[in-house]
């Protein structure tokens, strides 16, 4: 398998500048699919969940009952593209990309890494989010792991490892290792049980462009301390240094 880099977005590769109109967009899609009275308000601890986490946390404060939850988790990126695309202006004039950003990408792509995607976003939230941003060109989607895929975020990295392995060839079908139509169980929703089995992270919290482009004058990509190991024997590298 070859050498893969895995972005996390929000805080990593871009930020909003103060908008917040994915949010926005999120409490709006939220009520409409879940036919709440009230629109949800956001968690102030939201970094590092998914979307369906945070939707699941929502919904279970507000009462819903976990059958009710599934449905209504299988209306919401619907719900969520289409309120995010109502306002794609507002949207790109809110994302700002962060500094370096560019830089590493395009120094990544020169070296013939292949980029792609490890976010808590849902997968057509993150396509929008970084072609609004102009950053669409440097990823691989197809091979990425996404909030759609797991409300579980430490069970994404084995998905994006699954679909590198099929990669080749391309005929395989693209799975998800969850379905909203599957029963959610207790004691919390916002914590699903998954289908994969558990492996330690492997998390690069970049603290600055100065870091990455350090990272990129050499192509043997060593972990530097006291960043966390990769998985063993893995090419996998996640970079993460937001909340998403």
């Given at each position: 398998?070859?050498?893969?880099?895995?972005?996390?977005?929000?805080?990593?590769?871009?930020?909003?500048?103060?908008?917040?109109?994915?949010?926005?967009?999120?409490?709006?899609?939220?009520?409409?699919?879940?036919?709440?009275?009230?629109?949800?308000?956001?968690?102030?601890?939201?970094?590092?969940?998914?979307?369906?986490?945070?939707?699941?946390?929502?919904?279970?404060?507000?009462?819903?009952?976990?059958?009710?939850?599934?449905?209504?988790?299988?209306?919401?990126?619907?719900?969520?593209?289409?309120?995010?695309?109502?306002?794609?202006?507002?949207?790109?004039?809110?994302?700002?990309?962060?500094?370096?950003?560019?830089?590493?990408?395009?120094?990544?792509?020169?070296?013939?890494?292949?980029?792609?995607?490890?976010?808590?976003?849902?997968?057509?939230?993150?396509?929008?989010?970084?072609?609004?941003?102009?950053?669409?060109?440097?990823?691989?989607?197809?091979?990425?792991?996404?909030?759609?895929?797991?409300?579980?975020?430490?069970?994404?990295?084995?998905?994006?490892?699954?679909?590198?392995s099929t990669s080749a060839t391309r005929s395989a079908p693209r799975t998800s290792s969850w379905s909203a139509t599957r029963p959610?169980?207790?004691?919390?929703?916002?914590?699903?049980?998954?289908?994969?089995?558990?492996?330690?992270?492997?998390?690069?919290?970049?603290?600055?462009?100065?870091?990455?482009?350090?990272?990129?004058?050499?192509?043997?990509?060593?972990?530097?301390?006291?960043?966390?190991?990769?998985?063993?024997?893995?090419?996998?590298?996640?970079?993460?240094?937001?909340?998403?």
């Amino acid at each position: 398998m070859p050498a893969v880099v895995l972005w996390d977005i929000d805080g990593t590769l871009v930020r909003s500048n103060g908008a917040r109109v994915s949010v926005t967009a999120f409490q709006r899609a939220l009520r409409h699919a879940g036919n709440l009275a009230d629109e949800p308000t956001y968690p102030a601890n939201a970094g590092g969940k998914t979307d369906l986490q945070v939707a699941l946390e929502l919904l279970a404060a507000a009462s819903i009952a976990d059958e009710r939850a599934a449905e209504v988790l299988s209306g919401l990126g619907a719900a969520y593209l289409t309120e995010l695309e109502a306002n794609r202006a507002e949207l790109t004039t809110d994302l700002r990309v962060l500094p370096g950003v560019p830089q590493i990408l395009t120094r990544l792509q020169q070296l013939g890494i292949c980029q792609a995607l490890l976010t808590g976003n849902l997968e057509p939230i993150a396509r929008l989010k970084l072609a609004c941003a102009g950053l669409d060109r440097y990823v691989d989607f197809d091979l990425g792991a996404y909030g759609s895929d797991n409300p579980d975020r430490s069970c994404l990295v084995p998905v994006s490892r699954q679909r590198l392995s099929t990669s080749a060839t391309r005929s395989a079908p693209r799975t998800s290792s969850w379905s909203a139509t599957r029963p959610l169980t207790s004691p919390a929703r916002a914590r699903v049980a998954p289908r994969w089995s558990r492996s330690p992270q492997a998390t690069f919290p970049v603290k600055s462009s100065q870091r990455i482009n350090q990272m990129c004058s050499s192509t043997t990509y060593r972990t530097p301390k006291p960043w966390s190991k990769p998985y063993s024997g893995s090419p996998l590298r996640y970079i993460n240094s937001g909340s998403d």
